[in-house]
Every structure is written in C-alpha cells, then in structure tokens.
C-alpha cells in the first residue's frame, strides 16, 4: 500500500489519521490511544469495527471472480477509465470494491483504493493487485463509514453497490466527482427470458443522488454469449434474480449450456459543489 493511499486512511475508530511501519507488517494511527492494524499477507487492511457485517461469501467472491475474469463487463471497464481520465481524477475510492476487478483495472496512472465489507472479497483483490502490480490498494470496511479521510480523493466509484452519498460528499474533495453505475433497463433481459413467463424491464436505480449535480449521464448496451454451465450459473449467483427465483424456474437454466443476453448499464456522473 503506497504512502499516499495510507495518507488518506483514518482509524475507524477514534478517526485519527494512519501511518505504515517502515516493514510495512503495521498500519498505525496517530491518535492520543494508538490503534494498530497489521497488513494481510495479501496486503489489504482490515478498518472494520466489531459487528460490522460481513459481506458477500466467498463462493459468492469466486463466482463474481470467474465471470468478470472472462472479460464480458469490459466494455463497461473502459467506459469508467475514460471518464475518469476527462475528469483528470488522480486519486479514486471505490466504495464497494467486492472482488477488485474494476478497482485493479483502473489503477493504471492512478492512486486507487478499494473498500468492502466482504473480507473474502478483498483478499481475492489483493492477491490478484499483487500478482499483477496493478498498484490498487484495498481495505475491509463500509461504505457508510469509510475508513478515509475527509476531502481526500479527486473521485469515487459506486458500481451496482448502495450510494451513501452522504459519506462520499465527505471523503470527495471539493469539485470531486461521483460515478454511479446501475443495471439499465433491458439489463440481462435475455436471462430473464429463461427464467420467468413475464420478463419485466428494469426500473433503474432508485437511491441516485440528490445532493450533487448531474454532469453526464451515458447508455452502454452490447450483446454477450455466456458460454457453460459454470459461468451462466456465475453471472445468476452475481443478479438480484438469484435470491428470488423459484426453484422450478431456476431448473430452467440446467437445461441450457450457452446464453444470450443483453447487457445495458446506466452511468451517471456527479460533481460535489456544482
């Protein structure tokens, strides 16, 4: 974890700012009661309090792994880094990192944090940051208090996760933007086609900001073919759709081996004090 990153961390418990051992085994805060938090073999930090939740599980972590790894959300990837590039965002927290694939991707000339609940889901994110010198850092914590600093980062990334917004008014610099992503309309509609008699359009994000203004807002749809059983089985565990399905109507996608679907995101960019 570089220097900078760790200068943007506070102690989630008494909020005083962090400092890294010269080893680097030991990230300590500065506060009249020192609190110490040692560095994962993988080299996440773990900023969470007692009874925080725990996040997604790790069969969850590696289903999420597995699709993503296979490349179909990379279109979406590319659309972020653009736009963070327009917004010249040196320093990105992405609230709700899970498994790291966007935080990694986008860590190429940037100084990027990652921060989720899911302890499963941030070590698979750092190990895959070290393998890869990707250069993201990554912590456990929560997105509704997290374990930065006031005013600390240029942008920050809310990907299918809840918006805190008013947390991520308080860790955005000012000028500092905010990027959104939801499941558009027709997202997975082909999945859906399987699944249900009725397939419903989506009715888009429903806890979009309020407090910042909207300074772009795109569209990203294309079409993917899922090939296996193990990566349609991946993409349903990833989906809202997993927890509500009938038991008959998940049997329907034992009896397919290749899907088509399209895939349709809504991006929204905000700006803080605009």
Known sequence: MNATIVSKLSCPICKSAMQMDTDGKVCRCNGARTHCYDVARSGYLNLTLPGGGEGDSKAAVQARK???????????????????????AKSVLDAGSGEGYYTNR????????????????????????????????????????LPVADESFDALINLFA????????????????????GAGERHLFGLKEILYE????????????????????????????VEGREQIEALFSMTPYYWRTSESDRAKLEAIDRLKTEVDFDIFLYRKGQ
């Open 162 to 181: 809840p918006c805190a917004e008013s947390e991520f008014l308080r860790v955005l610099k000012p000028m500092g933007n905010l990027l959104v992503v």
């Open 66 to 88: 597995s699709f993503l790894g296979a490349g179909y959300y990379a279109p979406l990837c590319d659309v972020l880094d653009e736009m963070l590039s327009s917004c010249n």
């Open 106 to 145: 986008l860590a190429s000339g940037r100084d990027v944090l990652g921060v989720d609940l899911s302890r499963a889901g941030v070590d698979a994110a750092a190990k895959y940051a070290k393998q890869t010198g990707s250069g993201a850092a990554f912590a456990v914590g929560s997105i509704f208090s």
């Open 198 to 225: 009725n397939p419903y359009l989506n009715p888009g994000r429903a806890d979009l900001p309020t407090d910042m203004k909207q300074i772009d807002r795109r569209r990203l749809t294309y079409r993917i073919e």
